[in-house]
């Protein structure tokens, strides 16, 4: 166990993501077959040790909330610390309205001051990885940072550094600056847009911007403080998915396929823990035909399935064909449907005969409770 509330930041841009997070947080979006993304983000903590977890909410969170419930999957329903849904004040005259994640901070001060804990670990749910936070944590404590910022190390030549923030690293892996949202990275260091600091010191950076009317904590927090705080960096060299957009999300989706990334994001450091849910093993029956896919429990598959992610309840009825797409929970795909690099949302039915193809680059998606 180690010293430090998990703080979950929420305030994550749904620009790019609008079609699947329409009725939802990019928080709650659907992934791998049976998760949330926040799953990934808080069993991190949980398995890092970190038994107090808050989550600063924005908007939308209905389907969050009922996917979390107490916390239990996590280990997290506990009479002393435990899961704590953090919410804006809605009206405040020491606060105005739309200061972005800062006002969400701001209005919980009281719980981050109260925790019996010194230290914070503040994360977003976007970076979807496996990571254990306590090498970075005790680095932190044996350099005496005052804030160390997790990040990884691309390639800028192969890999997606679009709607991302770059830090620049010295040799002796201190933060002397930092782009946000670049069109051309000059260096090839991605944050995780995750810290680790003194609950205090937060407490006083957040108070302080919010004073002078800042809204957003990278630039106001983060980058504002460079010149006079110590802000190390530490590197995390596991499997990194970056959900920012409809075609990152798909294609780190098919990235599942592939067994090495598999085994990396759900056992690297720990189990990746979701909602429990009791239902039977899925059903293949005569004519299925099943490559390359991940089949959540309680499907029941007739047709051929290839290079696909089903995610719990999905019918593929007889005579069906679905390659290189997402079908999520409830999806009712019936007898002669084609589908091909398709997005299919929560509860979304396919009638009979219809055929439905997108590119690999640009997938077609069909919005949650669709009937096509």
């Not at 010295?170 to 946000?180: F, S």
């Given at each position: 166990m180690i010293n430090a509330i998990g703080l979950i930041n929420l305030n994550e841009s749904e620009e790019f993501l609008r079609e699947i997070t329409r009725h939802r947080p990019v928080a709650a979006i659907p992934f791998g077959g049976r998760y949330r993304l926040i799953d990934f983000v808080l069993s991190n903590m949980v398995n890092s040790g970190i038994r107090n977890v808050g989550i600063l909410i924005q908007n939308k969170f209905r389907s969050l909330k009922d996917h979390l419930r107490a916390g239990k999957e996590w280990d997290l329903d506990r009479k002393r610390d435990g899961l704590f849904i953090l919410v804006p004040a809605l009206a405040s005259s020491a606060l105005p309205l739309g200061l972005g994640d800062l006002e969400t901070m701001y209005s919980n001060l009281d719980f981050i001051s109260k925790s019996r804990q010194k230290y914070v670990i503040l994360a977003g749910s976007s970076m979807v990885c496996n990571i254990d936070y306590r090498p970075a944590f005790n680095a932190h404590l044996e350099r005496g940072s005052d804030i160390t910022v997790l990040y990884k190390e691309l390639d800028p030549g192969r890999d997606d550094f679009s709607r991302s923030t770059?830090?620049?690293?010295?040799?002796?892996?201190?933060?002397?600056?930092?782009?946000?949202?670049?069109?051309r990275p000059e260096s090839p260091y991605l944050s995780l847009a995750t810290y680790i600091l003194a609950k205090d010191m937060l407490a006083d950076l957040v108070d302080a911007a919010v004073s002078r009317g800042a809204s957003d904590f990278v630039r106001d927090v983060i980058l504002s403080n460079l010149g006079r705080l110590t802000v190390h960096a530490f590197p995390y060299t596991g499997y990194l998915a970056r959900i920012h957009s409809i075609q990152s999300y798909y294609r780190c989706s098919m990235d599942l396929l592939k067994p090495e990334v598999w085994q990396d994001l759900y056992f690297r450091s720990g189990f990746i823990y979701t909602k429990a849910k009791d239902e039977a093993p899925a059903r293949?029956?005569?004519?299925?035909?099943?490559?390359?896919?991940?089949?959540?429990?309680?499907?029941?598959?007739?047709?051929?399935?290839?290079?696909?992610i089903l995610f719990r309840a999905v019918r593929i009825k007889k005579g069906a064909c679905v390659k290189n797409s997402i079908v999520m929970q409830k999806g009712d795909i019936e007898e002669d449907v084609r589908l091909e690099n398709v997005i299919c949302d929560k509860d979304v039915r396919i009638t009979q005969g219809r055929s439905l193809k997108g590119e690999p680059n640009y997938p077609l998606v069909i919005e949650k409770g669709t009937v096509i």
């Open positions: 770059v830090l620049d690293i010295d040799a002796d892996g201190r933060v002397r600056g930092l782009a946000i949202n670049p069109v293949y029956k005569e004519a299925a035909r099943v490559a390359n896919s991940l089949v959540a429990s309680g499907c029941v598959i007739e047709g051929q399935v290839e290079n696909s």
